[in-house]
């Protein structure tokens, strides 16, 4: 089984509406680590596991909400917009 068909069994076996406030409860992780960076109190092991646990619920999201192709394509176009950005503010990007 990979890696999306895990995921898939997660939102199937324990429902869209409890992997949704998973996966907010996930974001809130993440938030609360990065703000006790910004303190000095950064502990990069935690911040990877809740990047990770974030990256899970995100793609179960995708998932839940068959949003594969559209994140795609909307990440380009985000992406290429900062692309743009940076080239327009003097940092030059290929």
Do not use: C
């Amino acid at each position: 089984m990979n890696e999306r068909q895990i995921l898939g069994r997660a939102v199937s076996f324990y429902g869209s509406e409890i992997q949704r406030v998973v996966a907010i409860e996930e974001l809130s992780e993440l938030q609360k680590e990065l703000y006790k960076s910004l303190r000095g109190q950064t502990d990069r092991q935690h911040i990877a596991e809740e990047i990770a646990d974030v990256q899970i619920m995100l793609e179960q999201m995708m998932i839940l909400y068959e949003l594969h192709y559209d994140v795609v394509a909307w990440r380009w176009k985000k992406v290429d917009r900062l692309r743009n950005r940076l080239a327009r503010d003097g940092k030059n990007v290929r």
